[in-house]
Nanobody
Framework: MQLVESGGGLVQPGGSLTISCVAS????????VAWFRQAPGKQREYVAI???????SYTDSVKGRFTFSVDNAKNTVYLQMRSLKTEDTAVYYC?????????WGQGTQVTVSS
């Protein structure tokens, strides 16, 4: 499976941005679909994840500000981000797990700065 993220960019603090991840085939077989991010000098961390048996969950720092969604008809995963903060600056990666196989996109840069 190939994953291609898009939609990143520069946004001011308090602004909004939606990033997307298009998969090369159906996501209906995925065990989990997730967004991760990695800020400079930091480890990659999970942002939001959805499994076959449960709705999306979010890391505490983005709860109430970010919304995860999947459009299975378009094989696309979205992350809607609102009330962005400078600490949200990172490369955002799409992740899909099917059994023991893990797939990653190339990432899209999100920079929150005035």
């Amino acid at each position: 499976m190939q994953l291609v993220e898009s939609g990143g960019g520069l946004v001011q603090p308090g602004g909004s941005l939606t990033i997307s991840c298009v998969a090369s085939r159906t996501l209906l077989q995925a065990d989990t679909v997730a967004w991760f991010r990695q800020a400079p000098g930091k480890q990659r961390e999970y942002v939001a994840i959805e499994s076959k048996i449960s709705g999306p969950s979010y890391t505490d720092s983005v709860k109430g500000r970010f919304t995860f969604s999947v459009d299975n008809a378009k094989n696309t995963v979205y992350l809607q981000m609102r009330s962005l903060k400078t600490e949200d600056t990172a490369v955002y990666y799409c992740n899909v797990r099917e059994g023991s196989r893990m797939y990653w996109g190339q990432g899209t840069q999100v920079t929150v700065s005035s």
